[in-house]
């Protein structure tokens, strides 16, 4: 930084009054060191950066290969093996059963029962009109919640098919709700229902590049969705038959087009409920997708152990006696295999010669023959600190503590109260993204229908969409937080 100079007029002052010149020449200094550390936009870059994680020179990060793609890339590039293995892991993986019950059970519970919130300023009603509609509302819309009308497979409550969707879109990512009106059905009172399609279903008509226009101009279409010019939904395209064994190619006419709103009611025709974490991403992800390699080792790992306790269980006697038979000989196959030329061709398949192991069971061999037992030990020490890293972490990522997820509250009061307390605003953040997403359209069709039949009057619902929306709040609420008696 360059030192002051004196002025013309400094000297002047320094000639009659020395304190204030150098008063000013101090003044001087410390505004040129303010101006110099203010910098002007733009220059170049160091391309190396500051940050460690992002340099690739480091014997640390030499191996680490990372390119920045889009969300829609990252969520649909190995979109159906995804969903696959994510189900695979909710049925026959334990820890991850227990993250996604968990989260069923504590976000919907018995049911989110809705709690009409009407905006009385709005709507012109005097408050003993609104304490009469918010009751009627809510009354009707349970009876309605507890039926069998609200599926359209009439399989489920309305109350149930919440907590369908929730683990729906937790395994596989998303789930699909489509609005119909089966008014053919024997004993139905209400007309709207919703038919739910899941993840795999949702697809790009055969052929179609993802994230390319469909046909020449056409609207974009990535992972089955419809996009407007905003980037929002403007349908779905979704495959008629669900998928089975034969393993049957896709055809040019195995989707159908379903709008996401209806043209003339205004209503959500079709809802995709999942749960969004990027801008511009159309599809969803299973939610045990960051953790599910270490979830799938986990159970490799548990397996390997509970197998190791079988073994040390089973007492076995083997001894050995003159003239006694050999071991039992392996067994050989002959299905037949077809060849290129369509030439079948008898072959045998590898040998098993391995012997179930049974309790108590005795073996005589030969006095030649030599049998080596190997004796696996069960007693590993460092599984239980292995089985409590893993699921903290699987418990970390998923945002459910280690004590909720396998529902062991053994520690001290105020650590099990405060995995619940962490694991509520968990829930919190959840119904309050599941809700608009799900329960509310669910809610408006219904009260639509209401309006639509004559069964309520409610002024200005089918004319002003300001009043409809009124008439539509609605705020939602479960079963309630668990408290701990110390």
């Not at 159906?80 to 968990?102: D, H, V």
């Not at 399989?155 to 008014?183: F, K, N, W």
């Not at 390699?293 to 152990?305: C, G, H, R, W």
Request: proline share 7%; net charge neutral; with cysteine.
């Amino acid at each position: 930084m360059d030192k002051p100079r004196l002025t013309l007029i400094d000297r002047a002052i320094a000639a009659v009054a020395p304190g204030r010149a150098a008063q000013r020449l101090a003044a001087r200094a410390s505004y040129m060191a303010m101006a110099a550390a203010v910098t002007e936009p733009g220059g170049r870059l160091d391309t190396r950066g500051g940050y460690r994680a992002g340099q690739s020179d480091r014997r640390q990060t030499r191996g680490w290969f990372a390119r920045t793609r889009s969300a829609n890339s990252d969520g649909l590039a190995r979109q159906q093996t995804l969903i696959g293995r994510s189900r695979e892991a909710a049925m026959n993986l334990p820890a991850a059963t227990a993250a996604i019950e968990r989260n069923v059970t504590f976000t919907i519970g018995t049911g989110l029962m809705a709690l009409p919130d009407l905006d009385a300023e709005v709507l012109g009603l005097m408050p003993e009109e609104k304490a009469a509609w918010t009751a009627r509302m809510k009354r009707d819309y349970d009876a309605y919640m507890s039926s069998t009308d609200p599926d359209a497979e009439r399989s489920s409550t309305g109350y149930g098919q919440q907590e369908i969707v929730l683990r729906g879109m937790l395994e596989s990512g998303d789930v699909l709700g489509l609005r119909c009106a089966p008014a053919d059905q024997i004993g139905r009172v209400v007309w709207t229902a919703w038919k739910l399609v899941e993840a795999e279903r949702v697809a790009s008509p055969s052929g179609h590049v993802e994230g390319l226009p469909l046909g020449k101009g056409g609207p974009i279409v990535v992972g089955g969705v419809q996009l407007d010019g905003y980037g929002a939904a403007e349908g779905y395209h979704v495959i008629q038959k669900a998928p089975d064994r034969s393993g049957l190619a896709r055809t040019a006419t195995d989707t159908k087009f379903y709008p996401a709103w209806g043209a003339q009611s205004r209503l959500p025709a079709a809802v995709l409920v999942f749960d969004k974490r990027r801008p511009e991403q159309a599809r969803g992800v299973p939610f045990l997708a960051p953790v599910l390699e270490l979830v799938k080792m986990f159970a490799d790992a548990t397996d390997a152990a509970s197998l190791s306790l079988v073994l040390q269980s089973m007492l076995s006697v083997i001894y050995k006696s003159p003239g006694a038979s050999a071991m039992p000989e392996p067994e050989y196959g002959t299905g037949e295999i077809v060849q290129a030329e369509y030439a079948p061709e008898t072959q045998p398949p590898p040998a098993n010669s391995s012997i179930a192991m049974e309790p108590g069971m005795v073996l005589e061999l030969d006095n030649d023959s030599e049998v080596k037992l190997v004796s696996p030990d069960a007693k590993n020490p460092v599984y239980e600190k292995f089985f409590e890293a893993v699921l903290t972490q699987i418990g970390a990522a998923t945002g459910t503590p280690f004590g909720v997820l396998m529902a062991r509250f053994n520690s001290s009061y105020t650590a099990s109260k405060g995995e619940l307390e962490l694991f509520y605003k968990e829930i919190v953040r959840r119904l309050a993204r599941f809700a608009p997403m799900w329960c509310d359209p669910h809610y408006h069709c219904w009260l639509y229908e209401q309006v639509a039949r004559g069964v309520y009057d409610l002024p200005g619902f089918l004319d002003d969409p300001r009043l409809r929306q009124a008439w539509c709040s609605v705020r939602w609420a479960g079963d309630g937080k668990i408290s701990l008696d110390p």
